[in-house]
């Protein structure tokens, strides 16, 4: 029997954004997106075009490759025409190809909030639709409050559908705003729903405030919609939204799903979820939870001697899918089982072909899990992970040689009497026989340090004359003035490539120092390969 398809959508950059905490810049945005395109998944939800500077210049350009890219807003405001209304014409006129309005299904909220009439309400929602239909978008419409305003007014809910549907939208998306209906209620509420709406174009978009975001998007799926959306990691606003990361696996795994449905994501995609996760809290700035289902660190850990010994015998005796399946691994006491084969498979992402029994793979994995117990996390990091594995497996071409390196900070006034920060850096290379040492003044230590690095590389000079840093990340691995420090870098080129390097130091300008020399390092490795 041919499997029925289930559609991913995914609002991390617009509904996730809402977490307290979270900001996203323009390269975080570009960078989460290239995360997702990595997943599979069959919908991105960038944002809120017409909102903010950085919502509008995410727009301003088609962002992805294989998703639709989708904009947000809301259905056109009373007393105005669709042409007249800055929020819609902002969607209409992005790059995006998809269009997802938002517009009150709960009456109460239409007279309270909106202060118009139910009638009002369902014109406005009509117009929008027919407005993004008519510029060519693919619209969606996400019932706001439904599952409330069903409970409170089950005529008006069921008509909110039916308009949006008339109209010309794609899919209209059940939304549990709230986040308090109970699994139960989502699946008699979908079947009741499907009566006026086949399934094929419903969608679920459920919050996590009593802890069953995923459980009613199950549920819904069950009943009968066949758009999921949620977020990575379930960010969200208040207690977050429905978490991808979980459902993925879950869909693609359980057989009671498996067996009957069919998504985007394929079983590599699937292998590589656990990286991408981690890879997203990197982003975040944040350590990932240990306990996430099937993605945590503590997901297929085992402490008990008793329980060590059966899986020692039998992983399916604590282990209810195999770790690998999501790209995890087995914790099993004090030692760490199944490592290789995620190893093997990061290498092979970038070209690096070895076999199981390589006894360089074992060295390799040792000097990871050393690494990764000082503070160093490959998951986020991808670049420094392949001049890693370079240095260790021999390939790693010898570019230059840092000799040491100096920065200083001071505060003092110029001419003007005006008090004012300087920082220099002084950086000392070797290239074969030659010894170069360049300075640099920048607007902080690690740009004045970026910019004497990169001012005189001899014979490398014009290989790195388009790489450019973006991002900066730092965040202290363990409290106090003299802790750890763990710095992430982002750089990009004139290729568009981006990629990420990593330092761990006490010493904030060493630990940024170490991810600049790998950032270069790997770009080096990139223009010599093309």
């Known amino acids: 029997m041919a499997k029925e398809r289930l559609y991913l ?7 996730g954004a809402q977490t307290a905490g ?25 944002g809120y075009p017409g909102a903010n500077v950085i919502d509008d210049q995410f727009f301003a350009e088609a962002r992805t490759r294989d998703a639709t890219f989708t904009a947000f807003g809301m259905t ?13 014409q902002a969607i209409l006129n992005s790059a995006a190809d998809a269009a997802c309005f938002v517009g009150k299904a709960w009456d109460h909220q239409v007279r309270i909030a909106l202060e118009i009439t139910p009638d009002e309400n369902l014109r406005g929602l009509r117009e929008t639709v027919v407005a993004g239909v008519e510029a060519g978008k693919e619209v969606l419409v996400d019932c706001e409050h439904f599952f409330d305003g069903y409970k409170a007014n089950r005529d008006y809910a069921l008509n909110f559908v039916r308009t949006a549907l008339a109209a010309g939208a794609r899919w209209v998306v059940l939304c549990d705003t709230n986040g308090g209906t109970m699994p139960s209620e989502v699946s008699a509420i979908v079947a009741d729903v499907l009566t006026v709406a ?8 459920a919050h996590d405030d009593t802890g069953q975001a995923v459980a009613n998007t199950l549920a819904a799926v069950s009943a009968g919609v066949r758009q999921i959306q949620g977020t990575l990691n379930g960010i969200g606003e208040r207690c977050g939204n429905a978490n991808l990361v979980t459902l993925i696996p879950t869909l693609l795994l359980k057989p009671g799903f498996a067996d009957r449905f069919e998504t985007g994501v394929t079983a590599d995609q699937l292998s590589d979820i656990t990286s991408i996760s981690r890879a997203f809290d990197e982003v975040l700035n944040r350590a990932p939870a240990r306990q996430s289902p099937y993605v945590g660190t503590a997901a297929f850990a085992t402490k008990a001697g008793i329980h060590a010994s059966a899986l020692a015998k039998d992983f399916s005796s604590y282990e209810h899918v195999p770790p690998e399946s999501v ?25 690096i072909e070895l076999s199981k029994d390589d006894p360089r793979v074992e060295k390799l994995l ?6 990764e117990a000082r503070g160093y996390s490959y998951d986020g990091a991808d670049a420094s992970f392949v001049v890693l594995a370079r240095g260790i497996l021999g390939t790693l071409p010898e570019f ?46 690690v740009n004045a340090l970026d910019l004497a690095m990169r001012k005189d590389l001899g014979q490398y000079s014009d290989r790195i004359a388009d790489l450019e840093l973006v991002d900066f990340k730092v965040r202290i691995l363990d409290g106090g003035t003299g802790a750890v420090t763990r710095v992430l870098i982002e750089s990009r080129d004139g290729t568009g490539e981006r990629w990420y390097t990593i330092g761990v130091s006490p010493n904030i300008i060493d630990a940024s120092f170490e991810a600049l020399y790998e950032s270069i390092t790997y770009k080096l490795m990139k223009s010599e390969a093309a």
């Not at 290239?34 to 919908?43: M, N, T």
């Not at 001419?415 to 640099?440: F, H, N, P, W, Y």
Request: hydrophobic share 35%.
């Open 9 to 15: 959508f995914d609002t991390t950059l617009r509904d």
């Open 400 to 445: 230059f040689d840092v000799e040491s390196y100096r920065a200083s900070v001071e505060r003092r006034h110029n001419a003007r009497g005006e008090q004012i920060t300087v920082t220099e850096a002084v950086v000392k290379i070797r290239i074969g026989e030659d010894r170069l040492m360049s300075v640099a003044e920048g607007n902080g230590p």
């Open 198 to 205: 086949p399934g094929d174009r419903l969608g679920i978009h």
């Open 22 to 46: 979270v900001e996203f810049s323009l390269e975080d945005k570009i960078s989460v997106t290239a995360l997702l395109e990595r997943l599979g998944v069959d919908y991105i939800e960038g």
């Open 366 to 371: 040792r000097t990871v899990k050393e690494r």
């Open 76 to 88: 056109k405001r009373a007393g105005r025409s669709v042409g007249n209304d800055p929020g819609v």
């Open 327 to 351: 790209g995890n691994e087995r914790n099993i006491m004090v030692s760490q089982q199944a490592g290789k084969s995620n190893l093997l498979a990061a290498l092979k992402r970038h070209g």
